[in-house]
Structure formats: structure tokens, C-alpha cells
């Protein structure tokens, strides 16, 4: 029997746009309270409105999830708000579709921090309450392209590699401490994703492409695994679109 989330608390981040936004709605529908972490408040203020009308309660914390300050004041912010967070979903993540040559390092440092750094900063903050009451989940949205090298996306291929061991071995330090890990790696989403950076909004083949609902659905099926299960990975991939 799957667990039931209704009452629980979420902290999600990059939940302006995209997969993100698609995971507040989804678990807030299943009676989640959400922290809604990005950059764009106004965006996070949006989503507030319609997560309030599924009925449940939302907390809008602006901020860079590379930033360790700022992802102190998120955590400070949800304890204050909500007591305990139940799911962390490490969702913000950004890339430039671009061959090494092309890629500069501030763009490297960019990918990476955004990607690597956040995953790593959110997880370190949320977990020590996990750990000492014995629950919760870390879902990370990781990728395809931490599967498989795909060329001309190598440093967006390097931070989703390495967004999948981090998590390999964190399950391995807190599984018997009762804290659940587990990775969702979509292929080509439907979303706002690299656009003006490998990617062309409006471009036909973004139709074939997951959307994010599909995504976001995976997300919600990882958080509701009973006591004694949990989702290691959930690899996902468009009809349209070849494994390898």
C-alpha cells in the first residue's frame, strides 16, 4: 500500500517553471504543503495562488540554490513555517547544449553550481532533521544524460553524473537511518529548458518531448513508496526518442 502524503511538507526547488512547477501542483494535490523555492518571485507568487486552491498551504522563499546563505534562510524559513520537512525534491538545474570547445568556464561553474552545488547544499541543509527523526525523502531530478555521454552537452552530461553518484552514495549513509534516496532521469522535456541555449522555443520537436506532468508524476510516485520500499531510480524516456 502506498503511503499517504496528505499533511506532509515539500520543499521544491526550481518550482517556478517546468518540471518543477508541475511537481508543486501534483504533490500539492495529494495534500502536500509546498515550499517553492527559485529566483523569480513573482513566478513563485503565481504558483502560491493556485497550489492555496488545491487546498493546502504554500511557502514562497525566493532564492539562488547555489548560494549557501540562501539556502540557509530557505531551511530557517520552512522549519518556521511548517515544523518539518517531509520531501526534498532537488529539481533546479539549468545547461548549455554547446561541445567543450564551446563552453567557457563561466559556464562550466555556472551548470555545475547551479546543478551539483544546489543538490548538494539543499540535501546537506534538509537531511540532519531526517536523520534524527528517523523519515523522509530525497528525490533529485537528475537525467538521461546522467546515464549515458552524450556529445555536445559534456559539462551538462558531467553535472547530471554527478547529481547520480551523490546519490548513490547517499543512500548508502542514510538508508538505515530511515531516510529515503532516489533519482527521477527523464530524457527531453517539454519545458522552458535551454532556450536561447541549445533549444528554440516553439521549435516542433518540443511536442514530442515528455511534459512535465509526466515528470512531475514520477516525482509523486517515489514520495508515496510504503515504509519498507523505496525508488532507487525512475528512468524515463519519450516514445519519440531512442535509448542511447
Known amino acids: 500500500m502506498s503511503t499517504d502524503l496528505k499533511g506532509k511538507v515539500a520543499v521544491i526547488t526550481g518550482a517556478s517553471r517546468g518540471i518543477g512547477r508541475a511537481a508543486a501542483l501534483a504533490l500539492a494535490r495529494e495534500g502536500v504543503h509546498v515550499v517553492l523555492v527559485a529566483r523569480t518571485e513573482s513566478d513563485l507568487n503565481q504558483l502560491k495562488a493556485e497550489v492555496e486552491a488545491l487546498g493546502v498551504r504554500a511557502l514562497v522563499t525566493p532564492a539562488d540554490v547555489a548560494k549557501e546563505e540562501d539556502v540557509q534562510r530557505v531551511k530557517e524559513a520552512a522549519l518556521a513555517e511548517f515544523g518539518q520537512v517531509d520531501i526534498l525534491v532537488n529539481n533546479a538545474g539549468v545547461g548549455r547544449y554547446a561541445t567543450i570547445l564551446e563552453t567557457s568556464p563561466e559556464e562550466y561553474d555556472w551548470m555545475m553550481d547551479t546543478n551539483m552545488r544546489g543538490t548538494f547544499l539543499f540535501t546537506r541543509a534538509f537531511l540532519p532533521e531526517m536523520v534524527e527523526r528517523g523519515s523522509g525523502s530525497i528525490i533529485t531530478v537528475s537525467s538521461q544524460a546522467g546515464l549515458y555521454g552524450y556529445g555536445g552537452e559534456a559539462v551538462y552530461v558531467a553535472t547530471k553524473f554527478a547529481q547520480i553518484g551523490f546519490c548513490q552514495a547517499l543512500d548508502n549513509e542514510v538508508r538505515e537511518k530511515g531516510v ?32 512535465a506532468e509526466d515528470v512531475a508524476e514520477a516525482i509523486v510516485f517515489a514520495a508515496k ?20
Request: hydrophobic letters at 40%; zero cysteines.
Open 180 to 211: 529515503k534516496v532516489s533519482v527521477i532521469a527523464p530524457g527531453s522535456t517539454h519545458t522552458h529548458f535551454a532556450f536561447g541555449k541549445g533549444r528554440e522555443e516553439g521549435a516542433p520537436y518540443l511536442e514530442k518531448m515528455l511534459d
Open 225 to 244: 513508496q510504503p515504509p519498507k520500499s523505496r525508488i532507487l531510480m525512475i528512468g524515463m524516456r519519450a516514445m519519440s526518442e531512442p535509448v542511447f
